[in-house]
């Protein structure tokens, strides 16, 4: 069998767009984010999260100059992202990852994915909690919901 390759140049970096974004589409949770909520141009979108991955890991500083938190806060403030968009978002992009590529570049998109996704639903929800909106969720990527089932707050305060 021959070894997949890593992403370790530019094609690979746009053949793991593609590939992901293929799954992400065909998710029904994920496509209305992008095609309804989102309204994304796909032929104008693609290039940019390219960019986004070639600065990240082959260190194309000019690549991506957009603010990525930015971006997803206006998506966000149509429809909250909660944790099963999270979870969906992270299983397409580390079954892209396996199936398609291996090595040390591949290793590092599985971690940055990892860590930009916790601090991207953490940044969110923490921005909503200080604005006082509710849109955290039970379980997963967010903080607990502050309800009668769960009682106090984390700080010991009262509701």
Known sequence: ????????HPEAIHHLVQTFY?????DPVMAPVFTEVAGV???????????YWRKMLLGEKDA???????????VHDRMPLQAVHADHWYRHFTATLDSEFEGPYADR???LATRILANLMKWLHERDRNRNLDTTEKDGYLPRKDTEE?????????K
Not at 150 to 158: M, N
């Open 64 to 74: 991506y100059q957009r603010n990525m938190v930015a971006q997803h806060e206006k």
């Open 1 to 8: 069998m021959e070894p997949k390759p890593d992403l370790d």
């Open 22 to 26: 293929g799954r992400l589409l065909n």
């Open 41 to 51: 141009d796909l032929d104008a979108h693609l290039p940019t999260i390219e960019a």
């Open 150 to 158: 769960h009682g106090k707050r984390p700080s010991g305060e009262e």
């Open 109 to 111: 998109a599985e971690y």
